[in-house]
T-cell receptor, first 112, second 113 residues
Framework: GESVGLHLPTLSVQEGDNSIINCAYSNSASDYFIWYKQESGKGPQFIIDIRSNMDKRQGQRVTVLLNKTVKHLSLQIAATQPGDSAVYFCAETAGGSYIPTFGRGTSLIVHP | DTEVTQTPKHLVMGMTNKKSLKCEQH?????MYWYKQKAKKPPELMFV???????INESVPSRFSPECPNSSLLNLHLHALQPEDSALYLC????????????FGSGTRLTVV
């Protein structure tokens, strides 16, 4: 299940399940969105991106959905594997800035 | 080469020490960045260099001094740090004006004692 509070939100899933990680943003001028994966001891790694003129984009085992009406972004991971365990950050750019602003992050724990 | 290399991986320093963090990339990127990341928090932007010139300083204390000697190298000089400066320091690079291709290094884990 998912817990949200003062600590890093955490999503625990079983291996093989599909995972959905959510992200809310507040800037209606945001025009480019990126999902990063950060494993322990490493820097954030690009997973997938989407521009504001799209509402869905698919990669290998990952899908990003964008709902601009409610300013919501989600990352779906199919057939989650233990190697997917990491912290996932959404990030956005807006107004011509090319520097991503990071969201809070969600810790994904995959149980074998 | 598609990597951003940071050295050292770990650093412990006293509050009176002077040390430097190094970052190197050979992707031809002309924008380089320093971020600070505390545990369980997102990376926070500190400095941006674009074409080897400092373009953004996010009100970072002067005890952190960045330097970009050439288009492949980025340094962060540290002096008189405080224990609360302990964090993971991340370097990133990209082409200026393009968030696509933003690449992070693995960071330097800094502990100030």
């Amino acid at each position: 299940g998912e817990s949200v509070g003062l600590h890093l939100p955490t999503l625990s899933v079983q291996e093989g399940d599909n995972s959905i990680i959510n992200c809310a943003y507040s800037n209606s001028a945001s025009d480019y969105f990126i999902w990063y994966k950060q494993e322990s001891g490493k820097g954030p790694q690009f997973i997938i991106d989407i521009r504001s003129n799209m509402d869905k984009r698919q990669g290998q085992r990952v899908t990003v959905l964008l709902n601009k009406t409610v300013k919501h972004l989600s990352l779906q991971i199919a057939a989650t594997q233990p190697g997917d365990s990491a912290v996932y950050f959404c990030a956005e750019t807006a107004g011509g800035s090319y520097i991503p602003t990071f969201g809070r992050g969600t810790s994904l724990i995959v149980h074998p | 080469d598609t990597e951003v290399t940071q050295t050292p991986k770990h650093l412990v320093m006293g509050m009176t020490n002077k040390k430097s963090l190094k970052c190197e990339q050979h992707m031809g990127h002309r924008a380089m960045y320093w971020y600070k990341q505390k545990a369980k928090k997102p990376p926070e932007l500190m400095f941006v260099y674009s074409y080897e010139k400092l373009s953004i300083n996010e009100s970072v204390p002067s005890r952190f001094s960045p330097e970009c000697p050439n288009s492949s190298l980025l340094n962060l000089h540290l002096h008189a740090l405080q224990p609360e400066d302990s964090a993971l320091y991340l370097c990133a690079s990209s082409q200026p004006g393009q968030p696509l291709g933003y690449t992070f290094g693995s960071g330097t884990r800094l502990t100030v004692v």
